[in-house]
């Protein structure tokens, strides 16, 4: 685990933070700009200091009252929001800044196996200034991890990036959980590639926790913002189980039912995540039969709360997966929808995450 | 051309200005890099020390350094009861008082190019596990480079045009401290103008040359930088 309290009063901003959250996987840190989410980062890093502060990561203690690692001493990676590389050096040199400086003995992740993970082999001999924008980020990405981190911290890297730079990256980002096993905090304001990317969540709000947990719940927790948002939508992890060949269709399953996606060239077993945007899931009393939509399973209404006006947002459980439809509060009167009423939940369209 | 003591007079300028530049870019980096990253509040008067002899006469600084190393000044005197010499009259004098002379002409450019390499590229450094030491040799000095390259030409050139300090302090010993703005001085006010020439024309040549190789560079080095 890793654990953190924060205390910082500045004339414009402060800081609350005390929580603990896990050492492995993703774990995003989503808030809006200005909450706080860079300050948390830069401390743990050891780039910004606050006086009584405490932190923990596994069973090395960074920060206490009478102890402050300096930042050479954390071995941590940091990657940027925008380009941080050195323009002095070539790609190569700045690959081998941090390996050089890390005891041969703590050499996990080889700066060879960097350079595959994140693709930039043919970059090594060229200068900074002659990259693109993503394969600087590229650059960033693999620097930090040949420095064999014990954690990793994302400052938004894909925040400077346009839409299509980011679809390069993101896969890279994907498969450090499981080429690598480095526990990284990525902090973001971008719904999408917290959905996609992260295992774990924090929301932060003016400095403050306002909630701390696994990601598919706090997305479909009733008493968060996320849930309410006009995007708001339930993450499901599924498994890929059949390709239909006839019909151009792929055939998943979570623990709530079986799910149907135009196809993918995706190997048997392979894990998935997928996103149903709370608008896409309309409800039903009974298994419809003359319906064109593919994916419809049963699930029980666990609460529902007004969104003012005409909508009501319905957390659904199916299978012990929480979902989220939004239909109008008519349709809710009509259908007596009640916590623990069993209904059909009819999925419209299903967005495959990776 | 040039008789023996414009040659020795030529010697003396170019040493002068080569130790003086030495020393300024030895004390003067870690004064800039302070300069550049400190947040005390009272910088600007270290600033405005630095700065000082950009605007006051040459002779007044002159003046009072003559006064501090000769032989009842502070610093001289203090040397005489070492059982040394007093500074004033000496090449060593000299160089005292160009370092001081030209101080602003270094220490501006390397603390306006500390400025501008920013924190990021030391955090970044920071968090690759480079030492503060590590992060200045390996980050800050060669992203400072060109602030460097026009600190060491405008010191060295700039001690090179000295004239006033040399004069009130050095006085005009040949072979010890006459320079070639003196000699130059000198050959007018004796009517040699074809020495005179020879002289003024070669100190246009090299401070001309130095200039353009400066600006040329830092094109380059900017034109490199993303």
Redesign the interface.
Same mark, same amino acid.
């Given at each position: 685990m890793i654990d953190v309290r924060f205390h910082l009063r500045r004339t414009d901003f402060s800081l609350d933070l005390d929580l603990s959250i896990p050492a492995q996987g993703i774990t995003a840190v989503f808030g809006p700009s200005g909450c706080g989410k860079t300050t948390l980062l830069r401390l743990l $890093?050891?780039?910004e200091h606050c006086r009584n502060g405490f932190l923990k990561v596994g069973n090395l203690t960074w920060q206490d009252g009478n102890r402050f690692v300096?930042? &050479?001493?954390r071995p941590? $990676? %940091?990657v940027?929001q925008e $380009?941080?590389l050195? $323009? &002095?050096l070539s790609v190569q040199r700045n690959l081998e %800044?941090?390996v050089k400086?890390?005891p041969a003995t703590e050499r996990k992740v080889s700066m060879q196996k960097a350079i595959e993970l994140l693709g930039i082999g043919h970059l090594l001999k060229r200068?900074?200034?002659t990259l693109s924008g993503g394969e600087r980020q590229r650059v960033a990405i693999a620097?930090?991890l040949a420095?064999s981190p014990r954690l990793l911290?994302m400052d938004e890297p894909l925040a400077a990036l346009d839409a299509e730079r980011k679809q390069e990256i993101m896969p890279y980002i994907e498969s450090l959980h499981d080429e690598l096993d480095i526990p990284v905090i990525y902090v973001s304001h971008s719904h999408d590639e917290v959905a996609r990317l992260a295992n774990h969540l924090v929301l932060m709000q003016d400095g403050k926790i306002k909630a701390n947990g696994d990601v598919h719940e706090i997305f479909t927790r009733l008493d968060l913002p996320l849930a309410h948002a006009s995007d708001a939508a339930a993450i499901i992890d599924a498994q890929v189980i059949e390709h239909d060949t006839n019909f151009h269709l792929t055939h998943l399953e979570f623990s709530g039912g079986q799910i149907a996606v135009p196809h993918k060239e995706l190997p048997l077993g392979s894990h998935v995540r997928l996103q149903l945007a709370a608008r896409d899931v309309s409800l039903t009393l009974e298994h419809q039969s003359g319906t064109s939509i593919l994916n419809i399973f049963p699930a029980t209404v666990d609460a529902i709360t007004h969104e003012g006006g005409a909508q009501v947002t319905v957390r659904l459980i199916a299978g012990g997966v929480a979902l989220l439809s939004r239909i109008t509060n008519k349709s809710a009167v009509e259908l007596d929808l009640q916590p623990g009423k069993a209904v059909y939940a009819q999925v419209k369209s299903v967005a495959l995450l990776n | 051309m040039f008789n023996e003591a414009d040659l020795t007079a030529l010697a003396i300028t170019l040493k002068l200005a080569v130790i003086t530049t030495m020393i300024l870019l030895v004390l003067g980096t870690p004064l800039a890099w302070w300069l550049a990253r400190t947040r005390w509040r009272f910088k600007f008067v270290l600033e405005a020390v630095v700065a000082l002899p950009l605007v006051l006469p040459p002779t007044v600084l002159g003046f009072y350094l003559l006064i501090a190393l000769g032989p009842h000044g502070p610093v001289g005197g203090l040397m005489e009861s070492m059982g040394g010499k007093p500074l004033a009259f000496t090449f060593t004098g000299l160089v005292i008082g160009s370092v001081i002379y030209s101080m602003p002409f270094v220490i501006q450019p390397l603390q306006d190019a500390f400025m501008a390499v920013g924190r990021r590229p030391l955090e970044v450094a920071a968090t690759l596990r480079a030492s503060p030491l590590d992060r200045f040799f390996t980050v800050a000095v060669p992203l400072a480079r060109p602030g460097f390259l026009t600190a060491t030409v405008l010191g060295f050139a700039h001690t090179l045009g000295e004239f006033g300090v040399v004069l009130m302090i050095g006085g005009n010993i040949p072979g010890e401290t006459q320079v070639v703005s003196i000699a130059i001085y000198d050959h007018v006010e004796g009517l040699e103008y074809t020495h005179a020439h020879w002289l003024s024309g070669g100190l246009l040549l090299l401070s001309f040359v130095l200039l353009i190789a400066v600006y040329a560079l830092n094109r380059r080095f900017r034109v490199a930088r993303p």
């Open positions: $890093a050891g780039l300096l930042p &050479h001493r941590i $990676a %940091y940027f $380009a941080s050195f $323009a &002095h %800044y941090g400086r890390v200068k900074p200034d620097r930090a420095v911290l | -």
